[in-house]
Each structure stands twice: as structure tokens, then as C-alpha cells.
């Protein structure tokens, strides 16, 4: 617990990012719940970004949507700089893939719709997120589903400020970000459509769609095409596409998008998620990487401040001659569709006017409905990966699919001719195999498909064992034994841990969760296996180690191979280069047991090919278990910042390198060149 400002108090951290911490607080005499986004210390000791942040405040303080966290104040006094926003607690959208998994195609389009509505409402400002991903999309609980809310708009452009030296490229999360980003463009809304059809692909089949380093990642976004994943909707990815097109002028609107995805919530009603993927399927080249000297949007000013969102029926007219527009849901969003609501609670639609509604069982002879099967089975897609697609994406994409009609679907395609093609446009979907025939309707939609209905729908399913009622005893069992005794349905994550034992070799350590449990979506197995371990007190370093080597004393318990921060005058910043040898990183973090001031406080964080992995705030009596990531990384950082002016020892307890024994080199050979 510590004061913000004259009037706040910040009761728990509940998050960090590369800008700085979340907490949750209150203000003085109020019981209310609110959230606080402190930006990072050293981002407040800047000139430029005090000054973007006063400037750029009064601005995001006018965003007024219901799908997106309100900020309701600014704090700027000294060193310290944060805004004030609604809480919400429903946690955010890579929680509930993490939970959840894939999501139905309904799920996808109305969470994407209702995204789409707030960041209007954030251009309408004249203001582009620059950082849309699903950590920053917030879930409210006060509805059924969950209301999503747009968080974080505008801190990227505060920041972006901090100093001259630093690119716009760097502004964004790699995983999400659109390819003009790293060419220094200006900052335009058709960012913000690229990043949330990434976020859309993600919902589908839970993987983005391109992984790697970030340095791969940029030069993927800018020079390969998604590959589709099995059991996507010809609708909904054909709108993916188009969103994630290389040229910014290709993408359609967000107001585009939104009435699209509004229109699908019902039209894709009742088909299952596509089967979860733990690695994307197979990128394409694109025929014409992206590049500084593209036509950016047109009527979007090189200054990125944005003229007003067009009304809905304008936008449509502009988008889709022709196509009439849908019924409206409120005057505030005029065409946005509200479908039914999902039964037994309260629409999200009357509690939130202009928000699409969740998705809901569509009218007997709707699309998607009993009485339809044609339409259904047009829109649960092709069953199998494509063989054949164009590899040009820029000379002619689709930019939406508008289903016109309460009781049938109708396609219309807007295509761009960059004059590349004389012959004229080519499809982005592919001419292989026929729609998969849609599943039995249900009598009650629900926010993901059944266990039955995901092993159905995926063709490298597992057999189904009997049905469990709970989490079975898999300790002890071999990988593929386990596996078998689990339901197809169930994603499974392996994570190794060393062992000495040789008979715990490739058996099942532990699970998560642990037997008896209710049955999940996602089981984490523990297999033991031979790890080749290098301890980080042992490697060189390769920038200026601000880190001893010594043995060191947390909670009582001797470490070691530790290394710790006695410096007491500055923050420091270390970086050892891993090679891409190892696949984890563990050890034990916290304040040395002999430390001179109890009550110092730090944060370290941990960066792989800078990008922030973790941030641990580090007291007195706090201690942390690592497991970090390492697989393919080159760089690791560790970054240890000071937060209060006191003295203490800042340890990392056994921190062990791990990775298989064929993939790492002996300690000497590391060293060689540090």
C-alpha cells in the first residue's frame, strides 16, 4: 500500500508492462474501486514525455464508450505520472484464451464487434491505440458475457515522446503489430484494424500467426501472409484477411469492420470453435512487402489526428455501394445489429446502448439455424488447411462479407486493383475442399463449444476416453499415457523438469491442475526428463554485470549459485547472451536476508531480445519462484530499478539455465567470446 499524488492510495499491484505498473486503489474517502497506470520512473523524469502527458490527458479524458476504460483523472506531481481509470475485473482476453481456448465463431465476431466500437470511439478522438492486443482488453463482469472494454489507449503515444532518439517502430507489441509500424510510418487508425484482425485469428484457433524473436516477428508481418487455420468460417476469415492486409489502404474501416463482425455474431451462430493450435499453420509470401513509399489512408493527415468517424450509413455507402444498411441497435452506433441475447441474462445490448448483444441461437430458418443447413454449412468453411492460395494479398483482398437479409446470406466483396494484375483480382479463399457440414444446433448457445463438439470438429483428435467427471492421476504415467487419458478436447502443455532419479525419466511428475479437480480445457504435465543446467552466476556476461557471484541467504535457506545487486547508487541493467541453447529459466528472487533497510523496495524486470517477459516487484519477506520462457532466445536482460531510496541486496537464488543435453554447449563454450 502506498499514496499517489495528494488524494489516492494504491492498495495492490495487479500488473506491469514495458510502460509501467497497474495497481488497483482508491481515492481518499471512497470506497470505490479504481485503477491506476503509473508510468515507469525513468519515462517521468522526461521533459517531453510531462509535457505529452499533460497535452494528450484532456484529450483521452473525452473518449466516452462503453467499450472502453474511462479515464476519469491524471496524476502529475514530481516524478510521477499516472492516469486514473475505471476498474474492471473481469480479468482481459488472454486470460480467457488461456482458460478457454478457442472461441466460437459468434465469440470471435461479437468480442471483435465490440472491440471495434470503442476503438471508433479512441480514433473519433484523434487518438490510434498503436497497442491493440487482447492484454488490453479488458472484460466486464456486470454483463453475460462479459462486456469487452478497450484498455491503455493514448499511453503509447505519451511515451513514444520520451525522447527523439526513439522510433515509432518500437511502439506496440511485436506479436500484434502492423508492418508500416517498423517503417516509421505515421501513426494512422488502419494500425489499430491490422492489430485487432491479428487478435481476431488469435480467438479463433488460439496462436497469432506468425511467432518468433521479435526482429523475426517484424519482418513476418511485413513480408508473409497468415496461413488459415483449419475450421475458420469462409466469412470470418475472409474479413481477417482483409483486416490484416499489408497495404494500410487496403484494410477496410473500423467501421467497416464493426457492422461486418455484428452481422456474423448471428450468421455464424451455432458453429463450433476451430480446433486449438499450438503452433501456427504454414505462412505464404506475400507477392509485395509493405514499405515506407505506400499510399497511406486516404484523408488521414501525416500528423495522425484524425477527423471524426464517419456516421454508420455514411461509412457503408463509402464501403459497399449498394448494400443497404442493417437495423440500428441505438443512436449512438447507428447499424450495429443487436442479436439475441444469450438466454437467462440480461442483454449486454440494454445495459450498454450500441453494443452489439452476445451472440444468441438465431430464428428458426436463419443462417446457421434448423432450416438452413446451406447456409451453415457456406459458413463453417473449408475442413482442411488450404493447398493452393494466391500468394498476392495486395493486388485484390476482401475487405468484408455483409449478409444481407433476415433469413438467408448474400456476399459482397470490395477489391482494390493496384493495377498489378491486368487480369483482375483473385480470391484470397482457396479451391480445395468443400465446407465441413455444420453441427447438430444446440438449445442454448454457449461462449465455447462443448468437449464433444471440439473433438468433432478437429481431425488430429485423440480418441475420447470415458467421460470424466474430474481431473484423473496421471503421475507416473508416460507422456503418451497421460495423454491418452485425457479427452481429445483438452489442450495439453508439456513442461520438463530435471530429475536425478533415472525412473522418473519421461513420467509424469505433476499436473496442473492436480487430480480430483474439476475437468479443465488445459492440463499442464511435469515429465521428468534430462536437463543440461547452466547456472547464470557462471556464465560471463556480455554488457557490464552489475551482478556478484556469490552464495546468498533468502528466507532463510542458503543458495548457492546466486547472484545478487549490491549496488546502492543507480539502477542497473545486465544482459547475458544465451545463444538460443536453453528453454528455461528458474530460481528464486528476493531481497537478501542480510540487507541493511528492510523496507527497500525494487522492481526487476526481465527482458528476452527486449522484450519484457516478466516484472517482479521485490520487498523485504517477499519471495518468488521463477519459471521463465527461454526457448530461442539470444539476450537475456535483467533490469533492477530502485523504488524507494533504501539499501538492500536484490538476490536471484540458483538461477539455472536449462535446456536439452544435445542443445547445450559445454560452460567453456559459452564463455568463449563474453
Same mark, same amino acid.
Not at 518500437?170 to 506479436?175: A, E, I, K, N, Y
Not at 477496410?252 to 464493426?258: C, E, F, H, K
Given at each position: 500500500?502506498?499514496?499517489?499524488?495528494?488524494?489516492?492510495?494504491?492498495?495492490?499491484?495487479?500488473?506491469?508492462?514495458?510502460?509501467?505498473?497497474?495497481?488497483?486503489?482508491?481515492?481518499?474517502?471512497?470506497?470505490?474501486?479504481?485503477?491506476?497506470?503509473?508510468?515507469?520512473?525513468?519515462?517521468?523524469?522526461?521533459?517531453?514525455?510531462?509535457?505529452?502527458?499533460?497535452?494528450?490527458?484532456?484529450?483521452?479524458?473525452?473518449?466516452? *464508450?462503453?467499450?472502453?476504460?474511462?479515464?476519469?483523472?491524471?496524476?502529475?506531481?514530481?516524478?510521477?505520472?499516472?492516469?486514473?481509470?475505471?476498474?474492471?475485473?473481469?480479468?482481459?482476453? %488472454?486470460?480467457?484464451?488461456?482458460?478457454?481456448?478457442?472461441? $466460437?465463431?459468434?465469440? =470471435?465476431?461479437?468480442?471483435?464487434? *465490440?472491440?471495434?466500437?470503442?476503438?471508433?470511439?479512441?480514433?473519433?478522438?484523434?487518438?490510434?491505440?498503436?497497442?491493440?492486443?487482447?492484454?488490453?482488453?479488458?472484460?466486464?463482469?456486470?454483463?453475460?458475457?462479459?462486456?469487452?472494454?478497450?484498455?491503455?489507449?493514448?499511453?503509447?503515444?505519451?511515451?513514444?515522446?520520451?525522447?527523439?532518439?526513439?522510433?515509432?517502430?518500437?511502439?506496440?507489441?511485436?506479436?500484434?503489430?502492423?508492418?508500416?509500424?517498423?517503417?516509421?510510418?505515421?501513426?494512422?487508425?488502419?494500425?489499430?484494424?491490422?492489430?485487432?484482425?491479428?487478435?481476431?485469428?488469435?480467438?479463433?484457433?488460439?496462436?497469432?500467426?506468425?511467432?518468433?524473436?521479435?526482429?523475426?516477428?517484424?519482418?513476418?508481418?511485413?513480408?508473409?501472409?497468415?496461413?488459415?487455420?483449419?475450421?475458420?468460417?469462409?466469412?470470418?476469415?475472409?474479413?481477417?484477411?482483409?483486416?490484416?492486409?499489408?497495404?494500410?489502404?487496403?484494410?477496410?474501416?473500423?467501421?467497416?469492420?464493426?457492422?461486418? @463482425?455484428? %452481422?456474423?455474431?448471428?450468421?455464424?451462430?451455432?458453429?463450433?470453435?476451430?480446433?486449438?493450435?499450438?503452433?501456427?499453420?504454414?505462412?505464404?509470401?506475400?507477392?509485395?512487402? =509493405?514499405?515506407?513509399?505506400?499510399?497511406?489512408?486516404?484523408?488521414?493527415?501525416?500528423?495522425?489526428?484524425?477527423?471524426?468517424?464517419?456516421?454508420?450509413?455514411?461509412?457503408?455507402?463509402?464501403?459497399?455501394?449498394?448494400?443497404?444498411?442493417?437495423?440500428?441497435?441505438?443512436?449512438?452506433?447507428?447499424?450495429?445489429?443487436?442479436?439475441?441475447? =444469450?438466454?437467462?441474462?440480461?442483454?449486454?445490448?440494454?445495459?450498454?446502448?450500441?453494443?452489439?448483444?452476445?451472440?444468441?441461437?438465431?430464428?428458426?430458418?436463419?443462417?446457421?439455424?434448423?432450416?438452413?443447413?446451406?447456409?451453415?454449412?457456406? !459458413?463453417?468453411?473449408?475442413?482442411?488447411?488450404?493447398?493452393?492460395?494466391?500468394?498476392?494479398?495486395?493486388?485484390?483482398?476482401?475487405?468484408?462479407?455483409?449478409?444481407?437479409?433476415?433469413?438467408?446470406?448474400?456476399?459482397?466483396?470490395?477489391?482494390?486493383?493496384?493495377?498489378?494484375?491486368?487480369?483482375?483480382?483473385?480470391?484470397?479463399? &482457396?479451391?480445395?475442399?468443400?465446407?465441413?457440414?455444420?453441427?447438430?444446433?444446440?438449445?442454448?448457445? $454457449?461462449?465455447?463449444?462443448?468437449?464433444?463438439?471440439?473433438?468433432?470438429? $478437429?481431425?488430429?483428435?485423440?480418441? %475420447?476416453?470415458?467421460?470424466?467427471?474430474?481431473?484423473?492421476? @496421471?503421475?507416473?504415467?508416460?507422456?503418451?499415457?497421460?495423454?491418452?487419458?485425457?479427452?481429445?478436447?483438452?489442450?495439453?502443455?508439456?513442461?520438463?523438469?530435471?530429475?536425478?532419479?533415472?525412473?522418473?525419466?519421461?513420467?509424469?511428475?505433476?499436473?496442473?491442475?492436480?487430480?480430483? !479437480?474439476?475437468?479443465? &480445457?488445459?492440463?499442464?504435465?511435469?515429465?521428468?526428463?534430462?536437463?543440461?543446467?547452466?547456472?547464470?552466476?557462471?556464465?560471463?556476461?556480455?554488457?557490464?554485470?552489475?551482478?556478484?557471484?556469490?552464495?546468498?541467504?533468502?528466507?532463510?535457506?542458503?543458495?548457492?549459485?546466486?547472484?545478487?545487486?549490491?549496488?546502492?547508487?543507480?539502477?542497473?541493467? %545486465?544482459?547475458?547472451?544465451?545463444?538460443?541453447?536453453?528453454?528455461?529459466?528458474?530460481?528464486?528472487?528476493?531481497?537478501?536476508?542480510?540487507?541493511?533497510?528492510?523496507?527497500?523496495?525494487?522492481?526487476?524486470?526481465?527482458?528476452?531480445?527486449?522484450?519484457?517477459?516478466?516484472?517482479?516487484? =521485490?520487498?523485504?519477506?517477499?519471495?518468488?519462484?521463477?519459471?521463465?520462457?527461454?526457448?530461442?532466445?539470444?539476450?537475456?536482460?535483467?533490469?533492477?530499478?530502485? &523504488?524507494?531510496?533504501?539499501?538492500? $541486496?536484490?538476490?536471484?537464488? +540458483?538461477?539455472?539455465?536449462?535446456?536439452?543435453? +544435445?542443445?547445450?554447449?559445454?560452460?567453456?563454450?559459452?564463455?568463449?567470446?563474453?
Amino acid at each position: 500500500m502506498q499514496r499517489l499524488g495528494s488524494i489516492y492510495t494504491l492498495d495492490e499491484r495487479i500488473g506491469s508492462g514495458a510502460q509501467g505498473e497497474v495497481w488497483r486503489g482508491h481515492a481518499d474517502g471512497s470506497q470505490e474501486v479504481l485503477a491506476f497506470k503509473v508510468l515507469r520512473r525513468d519515462l517521468a523524469k522526461e521533459s517531453s514525455v510531462v509535457s505529452a502527458f499533460l497535452k494528450e490527458s484532456e484529450t483521452l479524458r473525452r473518449v466516452a *464508450s462503453p467499450a472502453v476504460v474511462s479515464i476519469r483523472d491524471i496524476v502529475a506531481e514530481g516524478e510521477t505520472l499516472a492516469l486514473v481509470m475505471d476498474y474492471v475485473g473481469g480479468g482481459d482476453l %488472454t486470460a480467457k484464451l488461456h482458460h478457454e481456448g478457442p472461441q $466460437s465463431p459468434a465469440m =470471435v465476431a461479437w468480442i471483435g464487434a *465490440s472491440v471495434a466500437v470503442g476503438l471508433e470511439a479512441i480514433h473519433a478522438a484523434g487518438v490510434v491505440h498503436r497497442d491493440v492486443k487482447p492484454a488490453n482488453i479488458l472484460l466486464d463482469p456486470a454483463t453475460d458475457p462479459p462486456t469487452p472494454k478497450v484498455a491503455d489507449f493514448g499511453v503509447a503515444r505519451i511515451c513514444d515522446s520520451a525522447s527523439t532518439t526513439r522510433s515509432t517502430m518500437f511502439v506496440g507489441t511485436p506479436l500484434y503489430m502492423a508492418p508500416e509500424v517498423a517503417d516509421g510510418m505515421p501513426a494512422s487508425p488502419a494500425m489499430d484494424v491490422y492489430s485487432l484482425g491479428i487478435v481476431l485469428y488469435e480467438l479463433s484457433c488460439g496462436v497469432t500467426p506468425f511467432v518468433g524473436t521479435p526482429a523475426y516477428l517484424i519482418k513476418a508481418h511485413a513480408s508473409l501472409l497468415p496461413g488459415r487455420p483449419q475450421g475458420v468460417p469462409d466469412a470470418l476469415w475472409n474479413l481477417i484477411a482483409a483486416m490484416t492486409a499489408k497495404d494500410p489502404a487496403a484494410r477496410p474501416t473500423m467501421t467497416a469492420v464493426r457492422e461486418a @463482425l455484428s %452481422t456474423l455474431v448471428t450468421t455464424l451462430a451455432q458453429l463450433p470453435p476451430a480446433p486449438a493450435l499450438t503452433e501456427p499453420p504454414q505462412a505464404l509470401p506475400a507477392a509485395t512487402p =509493405v514499405s515506407g513509399d505506400q499510399t497511406m489512408v486516404a484523408g488521414i493527415p501525416a500528423t495522425g489526428v484524425l477527423p471524426a468517424v464517419p456516421s454508420a450509413s455514411a461509412a457503408s455507402a463509402a464501403s459497399y455501394p449498394g448494400v443497404s444498411g442493417s437495423a440500428a441497435s441505438a443512436a449512438s452506433y447507428p447499424g450495429v445489429p443487436a442479436s439475441p441475447g =444469450v438466454p437467462g441474462s440480461a442483454s449486454s445490448a440494454a445495459s450498454y446502448p450500441g453494443m452489439p448483444a452476445g451472440p444468441g441461437v438465431p430464428a428458426p430458418g436463419a443462417p446457421g439455424a434448423p432450416g438452413a443447413p446451406e447456409a451453415a454449412d457456406a !459458413a463453417a468453411g473449408p475442413a482442411a488447411p488450404a493447398k493452393k492460395r494466391r500468394r498476392g494479398l495486395v493486388v485484390a483482398l476482401v475487405v468484408a462479407l455483409v449478409l444481407l437479409g433476415a433469413g438467408g446470406a448474400g456476399a459482397f466483396y470490395l477489391l482494390r486493383d493496384t493495377g498489378e494484375d491486368k487480369a483482375g483480382p483473385a480470391p484470397v479463399t &482457396t479451391t480445395d475442399p468443400g465446407p465441413t457440414p455444420s453441427p447438430t444446433p444446440s438449445t442454448r448457445p $454457449s461462449v465455447t463449444a462443448s468437449a464433444t463438439a471440439s473433438a468433432t470438429a $478437429s481431425a488430429t483428435a485423440s480418441a %475420447t476416453p470415458s467421460k470424466l467427471t474430474s481431473m484423473p492421476d @496421471l503421475v507416473g504415467k508416460t507422456e503418451a499415457e497421460a495423454k491418452k487419458a485425457l479427452p481429445g478436447s483438452i489442450t495439453v502443455k508439456i513442461k520438463q523438469k530435471s530429475v536425478s532419479d533415472a525412473s522418473k525419466v519421461g513420467k509424469v511428475l505433476e499436473t496442473d491442475p492436480a487430480a480430483g !479437480a474439476a475437468v479443465p &480445457t488445459e492440463v499442464t504435465l511435469t515429465i521428468g526428463a534430462k536437463v543440461a543446467t547452466i547456472y547464470l552466476s557462471d556464465l560471463k556476461a556480455v554488457t557490464s554485470n552489475a551482478f556478484s557471484s556469490n552464495p546468498a541467504t533468502l528466507n532463510g535457506q542458503k543458495y548457492a549459485h546466486s547472484i545478487y545487486n549490491a549496488e546502492y547508487a543507480r539502477d542497473s541493467s %545486465t544482459e547475458w547472451n544465451l545463444g538460443r541453447h536453453f528453454t528455461h529459466l528458474s530460481g528464486k528472487l528476493g531481497l537478501s536476508d542480510n540487507s541493511k533497510d528492510a523496507d527497500a523496495t525494487f522492481t526487476v524486470d526481465f527482458y528476452a531480445d527486449q522484450t519484457l517477459l516478466k516484472t517482479e516487484t =521485490v520487498s523485504f519477506g517477499t519471495f518468488t519462484d521463477l519459471d521463465l520462457d527461454m526457448t530461442n532466445v539470444l539476450r537475456l536482460k535483467i533490469v533492477v530499478t530502485r &523504488t524507494t531510496g533504501n539499501n538492500a $541486496s536484490v538476490v536471484l537464488g +540458483d538461477a539455472a539455465l536449462e535446456g536439452s543435453p +544435445d542443445q547445450v554447449p559445454s560452460l567453456d563454450e559459452l564463455n568463449k567470446g563474453n
